[in-house]
């Protein structure tokens, strides 16, 4: 069973800096993309960064400059280093891979539970 465990979230103000982790366990052959997404109250999901595989990155418009994703592929964790913090940047964080697992050799997205980022002005 695959999952994907997100930690690091919290609430800060404005300016400040959090980081967030996520791990990949479970019975597996290899992670290949992985992203972060987030979701703020009452707007959909939307993507905040991603990393291949060799650690080649993309970020949206909103926080390029001010996050930076990264990956650490022996440990199967991704990170996202969170500066300048605005309260825009207040939502839900999910933490999403391509996972082949095991049991099937096929490439499938998994999903984290979330992690609550709160920034205060």
């Known amino acids: 069973q695959v999952q994907l465990v997100e930690s690091g979230g919290g609430s800060v103000r404005a300016g400040e800096s959090l980081r967030l982790s996520c791990v990949v366990t479970?019975?597996?052959?290899?992670?290949?993309?992985m992203g972060w997404f987030r979701q703020a109250p009452g707007k959909q999901r939307e993507l905040v960064a991603t990393?291949?595989?060799?650690?080649?990155?993309n970020y949206a418009d909103s926080v390029q400059g001010r996050f930076t994703i990264s990956r650490d592929n022996a440990k199967n964790t991704m990170y996202l280093l969170m500066d300048s913090l605005k309260p825009e940047d207040t939502a839900v964080y999910y933490c999403?891979?391509?996972?082949?697992?095991?049991?099937?050799?096929?490439?499938?997205?998994?999903w984290g539970q979330g992690t609550q980022v709160t920034v205060s002005s």
């Open positions: 999403n891979a391509d996972v082949v697992p095991r049991t099937s050799w096929h490439p499938a997205p998994y």
């Open positions: 479970g019975s597996l052959f290899s992670v290949k993309r």
């Open positions: 990393i291949t595989s060799e650690s080649a990155s």
